[in-house]
């Protein structure tokens, strides 16, 4: 059977109305063999054997625009790490050519960014989601299980030279495995990294949503929350994964619930697992009284402290 290149539309939370592209959509074609991957194990490479040519793909794209016409982006992505396709640059300009109001994003897993070609096509993209799970090398090895070559130090100093070009919508993804790179010391050392990121729109941490490549486990949505906190307030973070968001609800007064958007935005989502009826209804009053508010940051609604968005306004 055709392996078809275009899938979906798929409704993102993150990203709206999302209409994928698979530039690997025959086999498995990856630098990185992470532990928490949901397709097969398979040996890494370093670049493509197997490749769809760009024509074959932009018909298949015209033709599922026109079937589909509430999309908000074009997703590229694929079986494997879609930086490795080696037209990307042509690919992207014919994109550009019938893509219209719709924005092009790509996920990646940051380790091409070494290559200067890849860096500069991806500076020419309206949004980039880069993912970053480890920031050390031992973690790093040991999560990802990267193609020879792919050094851990290179990798972050790049993806912080992206964040100061890429005039786009970036995002980092940092997903947690249990045991392997939520210890406070990983953390920290990713702290230190996304805190000299620039113009970073959010930061989204999850874990395992899908059953993983080899015998690993996710984190659960409470501690994930816990780990959020452990990040620096200044950064955009976002809890993503739902996958083990069991309700821990519990009482916060008034004070508690400032205090704790002063350190982490929560979206209604959040507020469902951990604030009791009573703890919403007391955040209700804060949002009536002006204490805090809504702020939009892409498709989502945080909670934030009113004197926090003055701040950022009095900064910029």
Same mark, same amino acid.
Do not use: W
């Given at each position: 059977m055709e392996n078809k290149t275009i899938f979906g539309p798929i409704r993102s939370r993150r990203f709206g109305n999302s209409l994928g592209i698979d530039l690997s959509s025959g086999i498995k074609q990856c630098n990185f063999d992470c532990l928490y991957c949901e397709l097969a194990p398979s040996a890494t490479v370093d670049h493509q054997v197997v490749s769809v040519d760009v024509q074959t793909i932009i018909k298949e794209l015209i033709f599922a625009l026109a079937e589909h016409q509430n999309i908000d982006v074009i997703t590229l992505t694929a079986n494997g790490e879609p930086t490795l396709y080696p037209y990307l640059d042509e690919l992207l300009s014919e994109i550009n050519k019938i893509k219209e109001y719709r924005e092009i994003l790509i996920l990646t897993n940051s380790a091409t960014l070494a290559d200067e070609k890849?860096?500069?096509?991806?500076?020419?993209?309206?949004?980039?989601?880069? *993912?970053?799970?480890?920031?050390?090398?031992?973690?790093?090895?040991?999560?990802?299980?990267?193609?020879?070559?792919?050094?851990?130090?290179?990798?972050?100093?790049?993806?912080?030279?992206?964040?100061?070009?890429?005039?786009?919508?970036?995002y980092i993804e940092v997903l947690f495995v249990h045991g392997i790179n939520d210890t406070k010391e990983e953390i920290q050392a990713i702290n230190e990294v996304l805190k000299a990121l620039s113009h970073v729109e959010r930061i989204d941490i999850g874990t395992i949503d899908?059953?993983?490549?080899?015998?690993?486990?996710? %984190? *659960?949505?409470?501690?994930?929350?816990?780990?959020?906190?452990?990040?620096?307030?200044?950064?955009?973070?976002?809890?993503?994964?739902?996958?083990?968001?069991?309700?821990?609800?519990?009482?916060?007064? *008034?004070?508690?619930? %400032?205090?704790t958007l002063d350190k982490r935005p929560l979206t209604q989502e959040d507020v469902n697992l951990l604030f009791d009826e009573e703890s919403q209804a007391e955040l209700q009053n804060l949002l009536k009284n002006g204490e805090i508010s809504i702020a939009q940051v892409g498709n989502l609604e945080f909670y934030v402290l009113s004197q926090n968005i003055q701040r950022k306004r009095l900064k910029s």
């Open positions: 890849v860096f500069n096509t991806l500076l020419k993209l309206d949004q980039v989601k880069l *993912s970053l799970d480890a920031v050390t090398p031992d973690v790093f090895k040991k999560i990802d299980r990267p193609h020879k070559g792919i050094d851990i130090k290179t990798l972050t100093c790049k993806v912080i030279e992206f964040s100061k070009m890429f005039t786009g919508k970036l899908r059953p993983p490549a080899y015998p690993v486990s996710g %984190v *659960s949505y409470g501690e994930l929350f816990e780990i959020s906190k452990m990040f620096d307030s200044t950064l955009p973070i976002h809890i993503a994964s739902r996958t083990h968001a069991e309700s821990c609800q519990s009482y916060y007064s *008034s004070e508690e619930i %400032v205090n």
